[in-house]
């Protein structure tokens, strides 16, 4: 498995974190894992945070997120140091265009 590759972006009050692959996909929703670093990110930055992948999208109101999830840790390039991950689950639906964000924002 390649190491996930996210394109980070911040528009208006969106921090938008673009998924390439997900862990899985279903006919309703796709499965990722999102670095807890990115809520952490948004929640200092006072951003709501969007998670996309090919199929679909959803924004995440990430202190509320951290409050009612709990994380896991998942070992990417170094066993001794795994990351703290969210599963967010991203239902299927089209993406709203840029000019959405920035006129929110």
Known sequence: MGVMQNKVSIIGNFLIVNIDKP?????????????????????????????????????????????????FNKVYLFPDKPMK??????????HRPHEFYEVMG
């Open 23 to 71: 862990i899985y996909v279903n006919d309703e929703i796709s499965g990722v894992a999102i670095n807890q670093k990115y809520f952490e990110d948004a929640i200092r930055r006072r951003k709501y945070l969007v998670v996309r992948t090919p199929t679909g999208e959803v924004t995440i109101m990430p202190k509320q997120y951290i409050k009612n999830n709990k994380t």
């Open 85 to 94: 991950m969210y599963q967010v689950k991203v239902p299927h639906k089209e």
